[in-house]
Nanobody, 118 residues
Framework: QVHLVESGGGLVQAGGSLRLSCAAS????????MSWYRQGSEKERELVAV???????YYTDSVKGRFTISRDNAKNTLYLQMNSLKPEDTAMYYC????????????WGQGIQVTVSS
């Protein structure tokens, strides 16, 4: 089991920046994928970005060019740098972990709120 704890959320004005962190602990396989998901009010949870243990990344179209996912494998920490934030980025953000042989995340963080005011 992998334990995930997010930090760094908060309230920011439109156009501002925030950096989310996710500290992972427990049984972490060397080959894995870590992701950020988000869920806005009355919306379904959506995948925001993914990064493999080798550094390959994927972003959903709405955040391309504004968000950057990264990881520090030595510290078992995942990051999401969010720039040029928009009110529609307001959501609860979750980090997730899955080993490379799993199809879906097996561990989730508790979530952290990001609110962007207009």
């Amino acid at each position: 089991q992998v334990h995930l704890v997010e930090s760094g959320g908060g309230l920011v004005q439109a156009g501002g920046s925030l950096r989310l962190s996710c500290a992972a602990s427990g049984r972490i396989f060397s080959m894995n994928y870590m992701s950020w998901y988000r869920q806005g009010s009355e919306k379904e949870r959506e995948l925001v970005a993914v990064i493999s243990s080798g550094g390959s990344t994927y972003y959903t179209d709405s955040v391309k060019g504004r968000f950057t996912i990264s990881r520090d494998n030595a510290k078992n920490t995942l990051y999401l740098q969010m720039n040029s934030l928009k009110p529609e980025d307001t959501a609860m953000y979750y980090c997730a972990y899955r080993a490379s042989d799993q199809r879906l995340p097996s561990s989730w963080g508790q979530g952290i709120q990001v609110t962007v005011s207009s």
